[in-house]
């Protein structure tokens, strides 16, 4: 069962909806009333894609890198969101920290409100 703050592998789709590839994505938080859909943002390790203060870059550096999963430093695309159905996850990699989960969510909604 798939939680929040959980980094998982599936085929993130492409803005022009066609078939996405493999890759890292965030499950940020899972919709209500028992749909198993989550809102989720996609990963890259192109850094430079970045939007400051919205999206997160996680580095080798930082105390919680060693339980992502991930393999690279890598941007958490906050910008790149989808709502996807838990049933397309190809399996979880790894986690963020509850602190780095909290960052992420306050950057999304301080965007969405200004």
Known sequence: MAIAGDIVLFRFPQTNLKTG???PALLIKKLPYGYQDWLACMISSRIKQQIVQLDEIITFNDSDFSQTGLKSESVI????????SESILLGKIGSISAQRLERIKVNLSNWILT
Request: cysteine-free; aromatic content about 0%.
């Open 21 to 23: 590839k493999l890759r």
């Open 77 to 84: 695309r906050v910008s790149r969101l989808a709502v996807v």
